[in-house]
């Protein structure tokens, strides 16, 4: 909506209306000019860019694409967020995760900008008889501590009280969440545990400690099984509603029930979906409240973690970009606190540098960059009300699936959930291994000169449920073949780039070519001849003139000279002597493999 000033001066006022379909002719002539002949509104789709769940970012977005009324902070339908005041009393609570028993590193992380502490308790994390020592030294009445203990919740939460009472902490002044997630559990370690447990202590939370929350409904076993933006706030809507039926059944009310729970979810370096899926996530949560009869106990209180699927282990210093982003993305989507992963988190236990660098994210973006003290500053904008709208219709057509399954429970143990998600990831997989999806450092600007970065192992995680994918997976897999063989023989496997004519012509398909074999782990080599580069294999760089002049002559050379293939960078043609193309969107994982395997690189 446009506010006119007092003096009913309006800037635009003296240049005339623009209609839509005039906006379309001119785009279509442009596009005429690249050999698209396309009129009209397929003009305007041309230029748009397909999401997950059937959605499409267009071109343009104007007061056409109104989406319904996104209300008022603190507010049903909580779109624009769950209180009032938003974050900008002090900024979003900064939460860092801690899976060893280490106290020096908790108290380092709270005296330098941590505000809670996630905790990874049991097994695979902090041993519940080590969590007094953990927390030795930890005001507890000011750092809010949230627990992950899987099969553990019960006895961890035990602990955790039992340290309230031993260190004074008044029950009305303990703050955070005893983490009970049975059915999160069971997505990651195909395990379940009792709900009855988690029903008791929820009713002593909700009885006796009103700054305590009893459950997390965690989304991250969706977002980390490959699961889309939509899939997540499915499955999270569906484990959050059987949680409410679990403990209205055992004597909660509707508004006790909804007070019980924190939803967590993943942020990508997406930042424009990741607001929209926030905003979207709250005004679901109201939908169902209002349904279940309880419309002011529907403002969600979220917890948005930095995603690990987008951590890469090769140039992990690119890791800090995208966390930056992602965190930004988190605090401008209203989420109530953030974890931003250390930078290595995907090598192992991060150092003391990579957990500095993390929270210093989050102090950066709410203490220099002001980012906290504008309420959902996206708000308003055609283009994030509209995709807020569209993720949530597709959200919720999700839980009406998961719904229709039989509920959460069942959809995980009859395995239409995972494959489900396995569907939608295999999609992706296409995407990344044709680098329609780059990952910069990985499969685009490699660095294979790179000293790699060592960490400490971390406890291994909880498996044996959903599986944990990776954005850099394949990528990985030829890198750590290149790797074997450097390790054996002493070198890389080499391909030589066969540059035609001046650099004008061949100096953009080389660079291509360039990139496209080092995210295999091969050293390209463009200097000297070939005899002189140790390869096997050379690539034609070039343009198509000179392509259709010397490509078949040169092809000739290099197989004479010890070849046994040639491969052209450029879109396939009929070029005797070529065995292969490599192009923009050809399947680069699919041709690095091929490639690695006729070299003998196992």
Known sequence: MTVLPDDGLELAGEFPDVPHEQWQRLVAGVLRKSGKDVEGAEAEEALSTALEDGLRTRPLYTARDAAPEPGLPGFAPFVRG???????????????????????????????????????????????????????????????????????????ARELLRLYEERSVARDGARGNLGADPLGHE?????????????????????????????TVDALPYHEAGGSAAQELGCSLATAVAYLRDLTEAGLSVEQACAQMEFRYAATADQFLTIAKLRAARRLWARVAEACGAPRAGAQLQHVVTSPVMMTRRDPWVNMLRTTIATLAAGAGGADSVTVLPFDHALGLPDAFARRIARNTSTILIEESHLSRVIDPAGGSWYVERLTDELAQAGWEFFRRIERLGGQAAALRSGDLGRDLAGTWAARTGKLAKRREPITGVSEFPHLAEKPVVREPAPAPRSGGLPRVRRDEAYEALRARSDAHLAATGSRPRIFLAAIGPAAAHTARLTFASNLFQAGGIEPVAEGTFEESGASEAVLCSSDALYEERAEAVAGQLKAAGAAQVCLAGRPGNHPGVDSYVFAGCDAVAVLSATLDRMGVS
């Open 187 to 215: 997505a990651r370690t195909g395990q379940s545990y009792g709900i009855a447990p988690v029903a008791d202590l929820a009713r002593l939370c909700a009885g006796e400690y009103p700054g305590l929350r009893a459950l």
């Open 82 to 156: 769950g209180r009032a005041e938003g974050n900008t009393v002090g900024g979003w609570d900064v939460r860092q995760r801690h899976a060893v028993a280490d106290n020096a590193t908790v108290l380092a992380d709270l005296e330098n900008g941590v505000t809670s502490l996630w905790l990874t308790v049991g097994e695979d994390g902090v041993p519940v008889p080590s969590l007094g020592k953990v927390l030795d030294g930890v005001y507890l009445d000011l750092a809010p501590v949230v627990l992950d203990a899987g099969r553990e919740t019960e006895p961890a």
